[in-house]
């Protein structure tokens, strides 16, 4: 989906030293397996502006893979809060398809046009088309039966054969901003219309089950160290310690979601997991904490600071941030929860921020008097009834930074380690008041879905067609004629 629409404490003027038991401590090599075949991604940046000022970034990862015979190269965000391949067609029109790399079905030898149902589209013929929903946008897609390998090119790189969207059309935000051409959906199966649309799902049948994983790396990029996701295993040199395993919530609802004990701020458990009804979400598109209405208002002012003369919130002080999950917390510091800038008095950028209004903020940091410049948590609302919510968390960036994630598809469960990342192993660099700028804020969570199957009857007028209703995030096929 993107559900929405499916996106902590160090001292300003001293970085608390890590133990040296910790900045020694070398990864762990626990589990026997191959090694993963791993693509680089790349971290790229958009500013976010209110009247003329920058408030805030937005950022997407985004690696390369091929489509068809012969590659067709396409750069695209491995999400998963969402389930299937999108890559924009040749036939695309709209603002966000310019300059973008795009498919051309007839220009690949292993490419067949095909319905939602997977019959071959006849010549002549009007094909099914899908609309899907994201947090921040959506496309208009049609379908292919193609190739799909990871990498630049074909030789020797994990491929396989599967139902591809290609957009027809893409919605202005949030994909003209970025450079990435499309998404790799690696939501569970039932995410998506069908298995064939499902891409780890098909390249896991392949696989010992043992292997039927991926591992995700994520950094800020301060200290030169580049982001990954690694198919078939996971990347043993990026932990420290051990994974810790967690079993997946309501795997018919087809996220990555997990079970959540407890919440705590500063030591002190937060009435929302209470009743014992909390999961999150973990999902690789979403640069925020997400945290239900209306509980999100009340921790993300527990987790605001004063921004006094920092030019960088991580550096400021703030409770430690707790997510306890069934066998292991997750801890989260300033530096991992706090947006980049601070805010003045009288900024809104979302919900669930302390401030309203339109006053100025961000990149104008002079020391201008009388003014309150604030930070706050990188916080999203969620807000979703039952089954999904009401007690869903999204477990974005700010988790995904200090912890390496597993994925394991064969036995539905993800784990959870220390990221052996220079943010966890080294001091800060930053000095005691930080430097300007880079933040990210981004949604790319799979939301709706909707297909309609044009190619019948119609020369009679009907409207013979298939719809894929998102109810409650459930997903509920219905034939209609």
């Not at 067609?89 to 790399?101: L, N, P």
């Not at 869903?392 to 597993?406: A, C, D, K, N």
């Amino acid at each position: 989906m993107k559900l929405l629409a499916i996106l902590f404490a160090l001292c300003a003027s001293q970085i608390v030293a890590l133990p040296a038991a910790f900045l020694n401590a070398t990864p762990t090599h626990h589990e026997s397996q191959t090694s993963p075949t791993k693509v680089v991604l790349k971290r790229e940046s958009v500013p976010i502006r209110r009247q003329g000022t920058i408030v805030s970034f937005k950022t997407s990862y985004s690696g390369v893979i091929n489509v068809g015979t012969p590659a067709q190269d396409f750069r695209v965000v491995f999400d998963t809060g969402s389930a299937h391949v999108v890559v924009p067609a040749d036939t695309c029109e709209s603002e966000a398809c310019v300059g973008k790399k795009r498919y051309s079905v007839a220009e690949s030898s292993s490419g067949v046009p095909v319905n939602a149902d997977g019959t071959e589209v006849q010549d002549g013929e009007l094909c099914d088309q899908v609309d899907i929903g994201f947090g921040t946008g959506e496309v208009t897609g049609e379908f292919v039966k193609d190739r799909v390998c990871l990498g630049t090119n074909s030789t020797g790189l994990e491929c396989t054969e599967m139902y591809v969207v290609m957009a027809v059309k893409m919605s202005t935000q949030p994909f003209r901003s970025f450079g990435f051409d499309g998404i790799l959906g690696l939501g569970l199966a039932s995410l998506a219309l069908s298995t064939e649309f499902s891409f780890f799902h098909i390249l896991s049948q392949s696989k010992d089950p043992e292997h039927s994983r991926f591992g995700v790396f994520l950094t800020e990029g301060e200290y030169d160290e580049q982001s990954e996701i690694s198919f078939g295993g996971h990347d043993e040199t990026k932990i420290i310690g051990d994974l810790a395993w967690n079993p997946i919530a309501h795997v018919d609802q087809g996220y990555w979601q997990v079970p959540i004990k407890a919440v705590r701020v500063d030591g002190v458990e937060m009435d929302v997991c209470k009743d014992g009804t909390c999961r999150g979400v973990v999902d690789t598109g979403t640069s925020h904490l997400g945290v239900p209405v209306p509980y999100d208002k009340h921790i993300a002012q527990l987790l605001a600071q004063d921004a006094g003369e920092l030019l960088d919130c991580r550096l400021s002080p703030g409770p430690l941030l707790e997510v306890e999950l069934a066998t292991t917390t997750l801890t989260l510091h300033a530096k991992n929860y706090m947006r980049r800038l601070p805010l003045r008095e009288g900024v809104k950028i979302g919900s669930s921020t302390l401030v309203t209004g339109s006053a100025n903020s961000g990149d104008n940091v002079g020391n201008d008097a009388n003014v309150t410049r604030h930070c706050s948590a990188k916080l999203m609302p969620v807000n979703l009834p039952a089954p999904v919510g009401p007690k869903l968390f999204i477990l974005g960036e700010p988790v995904l930074h200090r912890y390496y994630s597993v994925y394991d598809w064969h036995n539905l469960r993800v784990g959870f380690a220390l990221a052996n990342s220079k943010v966890n192993t080294e001091e800060s660099n930053l000095g005691d008041i930080g430097v300007l700028p880079a933040d990210m804020e981004r949604l790319l969570m799979q939301q709706r879905m909707a297909v309609q199957r044009r190619n019948r009857a119609a020369e009679e007028g009907e409207h013979d067609h298939l719809e894929l209703l998102q109810v409650n995030a459930n997903v509920i096929l219905r034939v209609s004629a």
